[in-house]
Structures are given as structure tokens and as C-alpha cells.
């Protein structure tokens, strides 16, 4: 071993010998080590300072001098706080493109020496040789930390090296550290039993607990060696810290790592230095890696984990609701672009397994991603329950409520209204714990305008008035009432707003009941607010906002116009999810409520109170598009209300547009049919009226079939005849 290391090392220095001229020109032409060094600090020093456009300019000259990967890789490592400092410029939009770059770069430097295959040959050559060798070789195969692990498993498994070299191989495996955990465990599938063995001792030497399903697989495999389950059992007991860690089930060891994963651990995160993360594998040719996006790695992992629980029990019900969840979730976090290279090409879109499933399993899916937030694992829950599940799965739980029905408290917007029309959609028979929330979630959208709204509480008028012009500016929409009881009627009546901003001298109740208050209502539950303070109350709202994490005070002294919109800006930054819904969108959730009314109305409904419902539908018959308009008089004409009957009535008569004129005549007709004539003395002469007169054939028509279903006194078709002499 030491004559091929020296061979190597003569090798080298012939090469140097050779190109020697090319390489000094090299070190003359491109960037010397010293001014890449001085440009990393300086580039740093500009963040700390709040000076990106001179930080801007030294990111540039990094990318545009070519400076060396390794080296920007070695100064990002010897720094300290460095990566503390590029995830702050990535915050800054002028830097941002910069520091993504540079990241990449700094990354490709840690793959280029880490991955360097002859460094890595090399430095498993040193482990056989002396002492000093074996150190110089351990601590470059340490560097490499994980990239290292394939080659010298590899090596393990070749059966002329000495027993020195196997010892050697196999200690500096365990001094490898928790990366090497996630290729070590791939490795105990290798067909050969010796390195099965080294692998074992390895993981009990390094003793992360991620290793314990894997270990304790092996000893549960009847077809293992002795000594190989000999050594898995001592290195499950070093892991776990348990001496009866063996009487485990693999599948609860699996299930357990699976859900570890999920929750994103401390002890199993991949190096939040790079944008990437590996994926261990067993392959034809070793222990073998994918590179998959950092943002679904913990995704990935849970799901293999899962799987593997499930194939150890298929009874392990838990194991498919993960598995469910984190395909989900996986789908979610794929940043825009991006691939899965473990996806198969055949494999389905998650929402497929998910609609597969059934009701009971994205039931528990759904239950599980309300409990921990996951907002786009609750959205495609509710989408697969929404295309395969009845009323009796989605609306009815033998104690307290169905995880749908709780999702119409849910804090995002989307959730909530999705949850509503499923409910609906679903047509239930029977009432249920919630029916209520149904339709104040259809109320909410049916209010969807595409702007946000704040719910504005100031006792004094001059305030806020003031107050609601800064608001405004900002693009939000108002609603404004002297006192909490107030505003809370307002936001039961519109069934919810964006944001809550109060005044701290409110009265009846104060300041901080007032916040508790907010807080215990459903529809304000979650939502960003904003406590304008004065100065006998800054203590109470200190108080407040240290255990709100939704809350943000400004106070009341010397604030203008910019200060409230900044104070708004952070409280609407803490909210997760819930991005404001554009109007293109939001007309499209009025039609599909109005839509879901209309069904639920015509179904005969005994567990919905839809005339609630009726004044938020009239409020879409003006200054909306005509389908949206069209779609509330279809859903007002089904409603067992005189009033709604009047409104789709006055629709017919004013709206400026013939398709949305005769499709108003013809639900007002609807109406009628089914509520009897609730129009008044004047609205039925207008039909007559139009009906007599030169407007378009479609038209007068339309309006010929509510006055046949008005039924009027006979004296009136008489009129109607002889006028067209």
C-alpha cells in the first residue's frame, strides 16, 4: 500500500514538472487567492452593514473572476456565521439572484472535493499504512463525509485486504457522523455478509437512532447469519439506549423513523447548506445516491419509511396515512421546475393515491394536516374527499365533529371555502355538529371580491376616519365600527375579514379582553391584527404581543400613513398560507357557491337555514361579471323568499345586459313556480310592460314565461292581446 501511495505521489509531481509553464500562467491570468478572499469578506461585511449595493457589486466580481469553486466552498466553511449571512442577503431582492448563484457555486465546490474519487481512493490506500498515514487518510475521508462511504464499502468487500485494513475501514466508518447513517443503512442490504457485519459495528459506533429499523430488520431476517444479527443486536442496543430494543416490531421502527422525518427532526435534517439533499440507495454496482431538492428530501424519506412499515405489516394502517400525507406534501414542496428523480415514471400524481384511498384514510390524512398546518396537504385532502366521498363519510363522526367539518375554522381562506362546498356538494340528509359553519362558509364566498379586507376598531371618529384614508391607500378594503360587540356583528354578518387593526383605547371591553375576544371568534380566530397603542397602554400590549405571534403593535404617537401600512405589512407576514385571492378567483368561488346553493335548495334541505344566504347572493347582482350574476339569480330563485324572488324580478328589469336580462326573467319565472307570486303590483306591470314592448324577441319571450307563470288576472292577457292590433 505504501508503494502505490508513493507511485501516486511520483505521478503527481511529474505532472507538475510537465505543466508546470501552464500553470503559472494560469496563476497569473486568473484571480489570486488573496483577492477572492478579500472580496468574500468584503461581500459579508456589505450585508452586515445594510449596504447591498456595494455587497452587489463584490457578489458580481465572486461570480465574474471564475474565483475557484473549492475555494469559495473552503471560505464559506472556515467563516463563521457565513451561511447565516447568505440566507439574510437572500431576503434582499437586489442580492438575491447573487447569493443563489453563489450558493450553487459554494455548493459544486463541496461536491468537488468531497466526490473527488481518486482523493477518496487515495485516502482509503492510507488506512492500510502507518500510523501517520491512517491519520492524514481518516481525516480527508472524514471531509468527505457521506460521498465517502460507497467506496469504502466497496473495499470492504474485497476479499484480499488484510484483517488490519477491515478494522481500519470499518472504525473510520463509525467516526463518519450522522451523514453517514442514511448510506451506511443502504449498504445492510449487500449481499455479502462480512461487510453487512463492519456495517453493523459502524452504526453502533456512530449511535444516531435512524439506524435502529434497519438494524433491527436484520436480526428479525431469518435467513441471516448469526454473526451478522449478533452484531445488529449490540449496535441496535448502542442506538436505542435499550437492551430490549430487539423485541421492537420492524414495522414500529419504521412507522417511528417515518414519522421523524415528517416532522423534520433535528437529528435526520440533510446540511442546510445546500440546496440539495442525497437519497441512499443499494444498486447493482454498491451503495449509490440521487440528488433530490432539499424543499421534498424529508418528504421522500418518509414515504420509503412508510413503505417499508407496511411491507413489514401490511395491517399497519398509520403507515398508508403517511404515506398519503407525505406524497401530498412532497408534491407541494417540489419548487417550481424542479423534479423527483425517485419518482418513477409510471407512478401516479399524488392526488390519485389520494382519491384511491377512500374516505376513512384522507379522513385521517386530513385530521393529521389540520392538527399540524400543513395547509397544502389539507387542500388535497378536501380535493380527494370532495370527488369520492358521500354526506354519511364527510359530514357525521360518532363524538364531536368530522375532520372536514373542523376544517371550516381553519385559518386560510381557500380551506375554509373549499370545506364549505364539499359539505354542500355532499348533500346531507341528517344534521350534524357544525351544519351551521356550512353556510356561513358559502356566505363567505359569495364575499370574495379579490381584495382584502380589514376590520378597522376605533372609538374616535376623527381617528378613524384618519385611519381608514391610511388603510385604504394601501389597497385594503374597510369595514370600521367604535367597539368590539360591533365589529363582531359586522364580521358574523360578512363571514369573515383579512386582517383586524384596533385602537387600544377601545372601551367595553378594553384592550385585552377585546384581543381575547378576537381570538375565541371563529372567523378572527387566526387572523393578523395590528394594536394601535397609546401610551398608558403599551405595557397591556407588550404583554399581548409577546404571546400573539399574530399580533403587532405600532404606537398610536407620531404614526402616519407609511407606519400603519409597515405595522400591517409584518402582521400580514406572519400569516402562513392564505394568499390573497385575486378577483378572477374570487368570482370563481362565488359561482361555485352559488352553484352549491342552488343544488342544496332544490334538494329540499332540512339541515341548511339557506336563507342566510340571501343577501350576500343580492349583493352579487350588480357591478359583477354576467355569469356571476346569471349564477345568484339562479340560486336567489330557489330560495323560499319573497325578497330573493323581488331581486332577481328588479334584475331582469335594469341589468344592461340582454343574457343576463333573460336569464333573470327565466329563474324569476322558476321562482314563481315554486313559491307562488311574491312579486309586488309594480314589478308585475313592468313585465306586462316589457312584454308589449319593441325589445328584442329573446327578450320579451323571457319575459312572456313569468308572466304566464304570474298567473296574472285574466283582464291583463286580454290587454296584452288586443294591444298588438
Known amino acids: 500500500m505504501a508503494i502505490h501511495t508513493r507511485s501516486r505521489a511520483l505521478a503527481m509531481v511529474l505532472t507538475l514538472v510537465v505543466f508546470g509553464g501552464a500553470v503559472a500562467v494560469a496563476q497569473q491570468t486568473g484571480p489570486s487567492e488573496a483577492s477572492v478572499t478579500q472580496a468574500w469578506r468584503d461581500f459579508l461585511h456589505y450585508i452586515h452593514v445594510a449596504r447591498p449595493d456595494v455587497a452587489l457589486a463584490y457578489g458580481q466580481e465572486l461570480l465574474k473572476d471564475q474565483a475557484d469553486a473549492r475555494q469559495l466552498y473552503t471560505l464559506s466553511v472556515e467563516t463563521p456565521g457565513a451561511y447565516q449571512t447568505l440566507a439574510r442577503a437572500e431576503n434582499i431582492e437586489s442580492l438575491a439572484e447573487t447569493v443563489a448563484a453563489l450558493r450553487k457555486k459554494i455548493e459544486e465546490g463541496y461536491r468537488q472535493i468531497s466526490q473527488d474519487p481518486d482523493r477518496v481512493l487515495e485516502a482509503i490506500d492510507l488506512l492500510g499504512g502507518t500510523l501517520r498515514q491512517f491519520g492524514i487518510g481518516a481525516d480527508r475521508l472524514k471531509a468527505s463525509g457521506e460521498y465517502a462511504v460507497s467506496m469504502m464499502v466497496k473495499r470492504l468487500g474485497d476479499s484480499s485486504i488484510t ?116 437519497v441512499w440507495y443499494w444498486g447493482d454496482l454498491g451503495v449509490t445516491y440521487v440528488e433530490v431538492p432539499r424543499a421534498i428530501f424529508l418528504d421522500v424519506y ?38 423527483d428523480p425517485t419518482r418513477d415514471d409510471a407512478e401516479l400524481p399524488a392526488a390519485a393515491y389520494a382519491k384511491a384511498a377512500g374516505a376513512q384514510y384522507m379522513q385521517d390524512v386530513l385530521a393529521a394536516a389540520l392538527s399540524a398546518g400543513e395547509t397544502p396537504v389539507v387542500s388535497g385532502a378536501i380535493q380527494a374527499l370532495r370527488q369520492t366521498a ?28 373549499m370545506a364549505a362546498e364539499t359539505l354542500a356538494n355532499a348533500m346531507p340528509d341528517k344534521p350534524f355538529q357544525g351544519s351551521e359553519l356550512v353556510v356561513a362558509g358559502l356566505i363567505e364566498s359569495l364575499h370574495q371580491t379579490g381584495r382584502k379586507t380589514v376590520l378597522l376598531i376605533v372609538p374616535d371618529s376623527n381617528d378613524l376616519n384618519r385611519f381608514k384614508d391610511w388603510i385604504r391607500a394601501g389597497g385594503w378594503d374597510v369595514v370600521d365600527a367604535p367597539d368590539l360587540g360591533a365589529a363582531l356583528a359586522k364580521v358574523d354578518a360578512m363571514a369573515g375579514v383579512d386582517m383586524v387593526v384596533i385602537d387600544s383605547r377601545v372601551q367595553s371591553p378594553g384592550l385585552g379582553e377585546a384581543m381575547d375576544m378576537i381570538r375565541k371568534s371563529p372567523q378572527l380566530t387566526l387572523q393578523p391584527a395590528v394594536m394601535l397603542v397609546a401610551g398608558p397602554d403599551l405595557i397591556r400590549a ?23 401600512q409597515a405595522a400591517m405589512a409584518t402582521a400580514e407576514a406572519a400569516v402562513t398560507g392564505d394568499a390573497p385571492i385575486g378577483e378572477q378567483e374570487a368570482y370563481q368561488w362565488v359561482l361555485r357557491a352559488a352553484s352549491a346553493i342552488r343544488l342544496l335548495a ?22 359583477t361579471p354576467d355569469d356571476v350574476k346569471i349564477a345568484c339569480a339562479r340560486a336567489l330563485s330557489v330560495l323560499p323568499s319573497g325578497p330573493a324572488q323581488q331581486a332577481v324580478a328588479d334584475l331582469a328589469a335594469s341589468d344592461p345586459a340582454e343574457a343576463v336580462r333573460i336569464a333573470a326573467y327565466q329563474a324569476a319565472a322558476e321562482s314563481v313556480r315554486i313559491l307562488g307570486r311574491q312579486l309586488t303590483d309594480g314589478q308585475c306591470r313592468a313585465v306586462v310592460e316589457v312584454v308589449q314592448s319593441t325589445q328584442s324577441e329573446a327578450v320579451r319571450d323571457a319575459a312572456s314565461e313569468l308572466l304566464g307563470a304570474l298567473n296574472l288576472p285574466s283582464q291583463q292577457i286580454k290587454d296584452l292581446i288586443l294591444a298588438r292590433e
Open 302 to 339: 418518509a414515504m420509503r419509511l412508510a413503505r417499508e412499515a407496511l411491507k413489514a405489516d401490511k395491517s399497519y394502517a398509520s403507515a398508508v396515512t403517511l404515506w398519503l400525507q407525505a406524497n401530498l406534501r412532497k408534491e407541494a414542496n417540489l419548487p417550481a421546475g424542479a423534479t
Open 390 to 417: 358521500g354526506a354519511s363519510n364527510l359530514a357525521s363522526a360518532p363524538a364531536g365533529v368530522t375532520p372536514l367539518v373542523a376544517a371550516l375554522t381553519y385559518p386560510d381562506r381557500r380551506v375554509r371555502l
Open 163 to 278: 484483517p488490519l485494513v477491515r478494522d481500519r475501514i470499518t472504525r473510520v466508518l463509525g467516526e463518519l457522523g450522522r451523514e453517514a447513517v442514511r448510506p451506511l443503512t443502504a449498504a445492510l442490504a449487500s449481499p455479502d455478509p462480512s461487510v453487512r457485519e463492519a456495517v453493523c459495528t459502524a452504526l453502533g459506533q456512530i449511535g444516531y437512532a435512524h439506524a435502529a429499523p434497519y438494524l433491527r430488520e436484520r436480526i428479525a431476517d431469518q435467513r441471516e447469519l448469526d454473526r451478522v444479527k449478533a452484531a445488529a443486536t449490540r449496535a441496535l442496543i448502542a442506538v436505542t439506549g435499550n437492551r430490549q430494543a430487539a423485541g421492537v416490531p420492524v414495522a414500529q421502527y419504521y412507522f417511528d423513523l417515518a414519522q421523524t422525518y415528517y416532522r423534520g427532526d433535528q437529528s435526520i435534517l440533510p446540511d442546510a447548506r445546500f440546496q440539495t439533499a442525497n
Open 542 to 564: 407588550r404583554q399581548i404581543d409577546e404571546n400573539d405571534a399574530l399580533a403587532v403593535m405600532a404606537e398610536i404617537d407620531g404614526l402616519e400613513a407609511q407606519g400603519l
Open 602 to 623: 332544490l334538494s329540499g334541505t332540512q339541515v341548511f337555514d339557506l336563507n342566510r344566504t340571501r343577501e350576500a347572493l343580492e349583493a352579487n347582482l350588480g357591478g
